[in-house]
Every structure is written in C-alpha cells, then in structure tokens.
C-alpha cells in the first residue's frame, strides 16, 4: 500500500504540529491555505482546495503556484463565519496546461507540429464533451478542436486558435484534470472576531473612586465608580476591559506595599490571595459591592461597546473556604502545614497553588461551576493567571468543555514562561495568549520577534500584545521617558490585531521597585487612584494618542490581520519598517488597504535615514510612485521605493501611514513646508520626497 499518492500531496496548512487539534483562526481573518505538490517529470499540475463551510455550503478554490521551484500552492481566503470549516487539496495532472506549454515550444520549433496538433484536438474535444459544462461553453471548445484539426489554416494561426484567452480561461477554470490525488481532510476553527481582534484595557476597580481619609483609612472604590472609568476608556477607543480578581480578599500572611510581608490595617492586599469568610471565587469582594452591582458594571460596559473581561485566577488565600472544606486540593507538608505558593527565591505566602492531582474530578467539577457562574453573569471573556503552573490536560479539558457549550467564550493566557509550554497552551485550545513582546525592544528582535507570530505559530497561536502589566514595567519603559510609551503602543497597535495597555501607562508611570521589574508603589498591594483628567489637563498624558490610535484600528482593516506583516529596509538600525495589506477582493468594502509603520525605536534620539520600501508587498507596482499620508498629523507626502525620513524621538518618534495609489487626476504635490506646517499642528514638515 503507497500513501503518496499518484500526485503527491504534503504539508497542507493551515495545521498544527503534530496535527492533533485543529488549527485556528477567527471571523474575519484572512487565512493563507497551502500544500507542497507536484510531479514526475516536466508534465503540467493543477491544485485546487475543496473547502466546506460550516453551514455545509462546499466550495472549489484554484490554488497558485507561490513561486517557481517550490512546489508549494496556496490560495487566501477570508473565513466569515464561526465553527468548523473543513478542507481537503486536490492536485492533478492538468492535460490542456501540458498541452498548451508544450504546443508552444513544439511548434514554435517546427517540431511534431501535426501530432500536437492532433493531441490539442483531441484535448478540446474531450472537454467539449464534458456534458457537465454550459452548452456555450461546449460550443466554444468544439470549434476550437476542429480549428486545431484544419490544415488549412496556418500553424501559428491554430496555435493561437487552441490557446485563445477565451478557450485558455475556460480551461483554468474547469481544468482537463487526470491521474488526481485528495489530501486527507483537516479542519480550521473559525471563532468569534474577538478571540483575534481587540483593544485591551486594565485596571482595578478598587482604585477608581477610592478615597483616603486623615487617619489613613481608606474607602474603596466600587463597581459603580468604577463605571464611572469606562467611558473614558471607550472614548480611548478600548473594547475589552480586564479587571483583576474581584472576589473577596483574605487576612491571613495579607501583603503589604511593595510586596512586604506585614499588611497594615488599612492594607487591601493583593486581590490574587483569593477567598475569605466572605466567600471565594463566586463571590465578589464586598467593598466592590454586589452581583448585581457587577452585572449593572457589565452591562453599562456593554452600552459603550466594551466586553468585560474577569480574572481567572485558580489559587486559594489560607481563609478561603476551599481550605476547610476540600483541604485535600492542596499539598500538605510531612509538618502537616499546606504548601504556599512560591517561584524560588521568590515566596507568595498569602497563597496556597492547588494539587490538580489531588482529587482532579473534584477540581475540575468546582472550577466548571466557577466558569459556568460568571458566564451567566455575562462574562464572555476571561485572562486566566499563569496558566504554565496547572496541567495542560486540565485546560484542554477545561476550554473544551466550556467552549462546546459557549463557543464565544475567549480564555487569555498569562503565559510568560517557555516556548514549548506557551505554544502548547494555545494549542490545546487558549485563544489568546501573553507573549515576550515586552522584551523586545531592538529593531532586529522587534523583525524576528513579529516575524515568527505572524508565520510560525499563527495558525494556532494569537499573541495580546500588552505594553505593560501590573508585574512588568521594563528597563525600556523605565527609562526611556514619554517616547518609549509613544513607541511601544504604536508597534503594539500596528503589528497584530489584538494589544492591551494598564491603566496608568498613559500617564507614563515609569518608576520602579528597586531590584525589581515592576512599578514602585504597586496597585496589587495598595489603592491607587489616579488623576487622568489633571494630567490631561497638564499634558501629561498619552491618552488622546492612544485614542488615535485605536480610531486607526478601526477604520483600517490590514491592522486587524496577524499573518500580513512584511518588513523592510532602513539604513539605520534603530529604524524599524514594516507594512500591512489587505487586498481588495479581501475587504468588505472592497478597497484595498496599505498601512506603513516606520519607528524609531531608540526613544533617546532623532534619527535621519533613508527607508527602502517594496511596493509590492503593498499592493503596488514595483518602482511605482505613491502617496502617503501620515494618518496621526494628516500631512500627505509623494514616496517611492526610497524615502528620506526624520524622526524625532521627542515630538514624533513613529510614523503611521496610509499608502495609496497617486490620483490620475490630482496635479503634482510639490507642497511647501510652510503650507505644511499651517496644516498640521504638530508641525510635521511636508516634503515631495520624504518626511
């Protein structure tokens, strides 16, 4: 028995290594389909891929070489709806492209002219047979088989005749296949929009609104305060918040500021040491409020087309009442104390990780009923706390289950541990996950960095890209003043369809804990109201930037596609070039869209070079010239394949634009820089060659 078939067939992608679970993609997402195939010999190949929707509709797509020599065949294609799409290639010899490349050296050298001829003949009339095509079309291909079979026209004639546009077109679409071969079938799971594009917000609830009294004492904020944050925050142009744990706290080893070990009265401690008297992790903390409370949170976030997000953060305070009533889901120790948690030399006293060994049916019963509980609560999304520290069965189990009966329900991981076990993660099922993004910060690793998502691991790995977190507040952040902020969010709001921010980082909040990578001061062990407004009002603030932004998000389609990232060249090292496309046949709206980020990612100077572009990679002819406009200032420039440009890491360190085809009709742009510097405020210079 031979596997490879008559027309060999390998690799179809999209597919996850190993192939044990299906590969992914969401709403929207324009997903490359391929396959490496080919044949003996110099005979002509068709591929094509056999694709069935969800809703069972099948559908043949021609598949195209993507370049000479590699064997390897794709076509792309938008997947619009959830569920699972099936799909099968099918390669097979294609007579009449044989045919057709050999009539045309044969008889272009006078060699076997009337057996070609009569080969070519016998082609056409076999399809014009084919009872399954239109009767026109029937007609067309009879006539042009009697045409190759008449001597009386001349060679160069039939020859024409027989690879006519017309006779050649209804060929590529139905082609004269023989000797096929059909890969196995695979399946792609399309989900909702959201497990692949959004625009993510944290913050702590507790903290908005909150009040501090002479004597020290505090009153917490609330879910009604905090309501109060969202529209700000849907004004940012944010449509996911994520809100830390919100259950009750426990007393027992409580954290205090900075992470130390005695907790002050007035002391709120870490919401990650979950569970009290008051209850646990179907509770919420009740200086927050209610459940009611919360749901009224929800659904006035839901007004302002924000999902709520909640944390899942499987872990247990001494005081929960997991620890009374189910002791044997921890780890006791031969002194029979229970094991805190701890990450050597690091120690998390005020919490207890849970033994998933431990009775694991008992775990995984409570744990569903969690998920189940806030999903009724109109929680469709949920960041889950360090995911690497429990089993992968539990989550291959867990997001199976839960997104069998709610396939909306999205699961981010807080994976910031090895490659193998963060790829694994997403690949049992995670749809979205933390990734190193926040340690690459030099042009060369930003390339390889956003390369490797955009191609290795896309088709089951969708990276959130955060600037910040409560626990990571980078050297480049620390010192790198405003211009490191500006920088980060404009790669992370350009380079994939999903990106979050912590609150406080548009107030560039860059001062760290000694000895540590995370902020002084920290909001995990303390309230921290901040005064957004003043420091608007003082400007001082990276709010309406990171407003624009996501408005550039939103009316740009190619931004909100993970594999269409291509880089380009700068003479300067600290000059990252990238673009992003999405065809017209690919938009809903059915125009093609170019966006180009060049940055400057040394926030301590200004860098003048010279950016070496392919338009090709955007849509355009090579060597063409093109307009731009720089979609943060308004300024439009004329750009080629090279481009002078300046950026200045102190007023404008990025530049975000738009690239378009020149209007036929629009008179040359030779604009001057003084009428440039009237049109845009932030007196971005406007040049005919550069910027």
Same mark, same amino acid.
């Given at each position: ?11 179809? %992608? ?12 969401? +709403? ?95 082609? &056409? =009339? ?32 039939? &020859? ?13 679409? %139905? ?13 792609? $799971? ?34 009604? %305060? ?5 529209? /700000? ?41 979950? =569970? ?108 889950? /706390? ?36 963060? @790829? ?17 910060? %030099? ?56 990106? =979050? ?51 550039? $998000? ?22 990252? +070039? ?10 809903? /709206? ?39 406009? @720089? ?58 060659? =550069?910027?």
């Amino acid at each position: 028995m031979t596997r490879a078939g008559r027309i060999p067939v390998f690799s179809p %992608t999209p597919a996850q290594p190993g192939e044990l679970w299906p590969a992914k993609a969401f +709403v929207g997402e324009l997903v490359p389909f391929a396959a490496t195939a080919f044949r003996e010999g110099h005979d002509r190949i068709g591929v094509e891929l056999l694709l069935q929707a969800p809703s069972g509709t099948l559908s043949r797509h021609s598949m195209s070489l993507l370049a000479p020599g590699t064997d390897r065949w794709q076509v792309e294609l938008v997947l619009d709806a959830p569920g699972a799409w099936n799909y099968r290639v099918r390669a097979f010899a294609d007579d009449y492209a044989t045919w057709r490349h050999n009539a045309a050296v044969k008889v272009g050298a006078g060699v076997d002219v009337e057996l070609m001829f009569a080969a070519g003949s016998e082609l &056409l =009339g076999r399809a014009a047979a084919d009872a399954t095509r239109p009767a026109s079309e029937r007609r067309t291909l009879s006539t042009a088989a009697l045409a190759l079979a008449d001597t009386s026209i001349g060679a160069a004639e039939r &020859l024409a005749l027989g690879t006519a546009g017309v006779v050649a077109a209804l060929l590529a679409a %139905t082609p004269l296949a023989s000797l096929e071969s059909i890969a196995e079938t695979r399946t792609v $799971r399309v989900e909702r929009s959201r497990a692949g594009v959004g625009s993510w917000y944290e913050f702590f609830p507790r903290s908005e609104g909150a009040v501090r009294h002479a004597d020290g004492s505090w009153t917490s904020g609330t879910f009604l %305060t905090a309501s109060e944050r969202l529209a /700000d925050v849907a004004a940012m142009g944010f449509d996911v918040v994520y809100l830390p744990p919100i259950h009750p706290i426990g007393r027992a080893f409580r954290k205090g500021p900075n992470n130390t070990l005695n907790a002050g009265q007035n002391d709120p401690g870490s919401p990650w040491a979950i =569970g009290s008297a008051d209850g646990g992790h179907d509770a919420v903390h009740p200086e927050l409020g209610t459940l009611e409370d919360f749901r009224a949170f929800v659904a006035r976030a839901g007004e302002l087309g924000i999902e709520i997000a909640i944390d899942l953060a499987l872990q247990a305070s001494p005081d929960h009442p997991w620890v009374t009533e189910h002791p044997e889901w921890f780890t006791t120790l031969p002194d029979g104390s229970i094991a805190f948690a701890e990450n050597p030399p690091k120690k998390y006293q005020d919490i207890y990780p849970i033994n998933f060994d431990n009775d694991p049916v008992g775990i995984r019963a409570e744990v569903l009923r969690i998920v189940r509980h806030w999903i009724a609560q109109g929680v469709r999304i949920f960041r889950v /706390d360090n995911p690497h520290t429990k089993p992968l069965d539990f989550w291959e189990w867990l997001i199976g289950t839960v997104n069998e009966e709610h396939p909306d329900v999205v699961f981010l991981a807080e994976a910031f541990t090895r490659p193998a076990l963060l @790829n694994a993660l997403a690949q049992v099922g995670f749809q979205q996950s933390y990734t190193y993004f926040t340690w690459r910060n %030099t042009k060369a690793e930003l390339e390889e960095f956003l390369g490797a998502l955009a191609t290795d691991t896309a088709d089951f790995l969708r990276p959130n890209l955060f600037v910040n977190t409560p626990d990571i507040l980078t050297e480049y952040l620390q010192f790198g003043g405003p211009a490191a902020f500006t920088i980060r969010a404009a790669i992370a709001a350009t380079a994939a369809p999903t990106w =979050g921010v912590y609150s406080g980082f548009e107030l560039f909040e860059s001062v760290a804990r000694p000895g540590a990578e995370e902020a002084i001061d920290n909001e995990k062990y303390e309230f921290k109201p901040r005064d957004f407004a003043g420091a608007a009002a003082a400007d001082r603030s990276l709010a309406l930037y990171l407003g624009i932004l996501n408005r550039i $998000r939103a009316e740009h389609p190619a931004l909100r596609q993970l594999r269409n990232i291509r880089f380009h060249h700068s003479d300067d090292d600290s000059v990252l +070039v990238y673009s992003k496309y999405l065809a017209a046949e690919h938009n809903t /709206d059915g125009v093609a869209d170019a966006v180009i980020v060049v940055a400057n990612v040394d926030p301590h100077s200004v860098r003048e070079t010279t950016v070496h572009l392919d338009p090709t990679l955007f849509g355009l002819p090579a060597g063409a010239s093109f307009e731009v406009e @720089n979609l943060v200032t308004g300024a439009v420039w004329l750009w080629g394949e090279h481009n002078f440009v300046r950026l200045d890491a102190f007023t404008e360190p990025v530049h975000i634009l738009a690239a378009r085809p020149i209007p036929e009709a629009a008179p040359p742009a030779v604009p001057s820089r003084q009428k440039a510097a009237r049109r845009t405020p932030q007196k971005t210079q406007k040049t005919q060659k =550069g910027s």
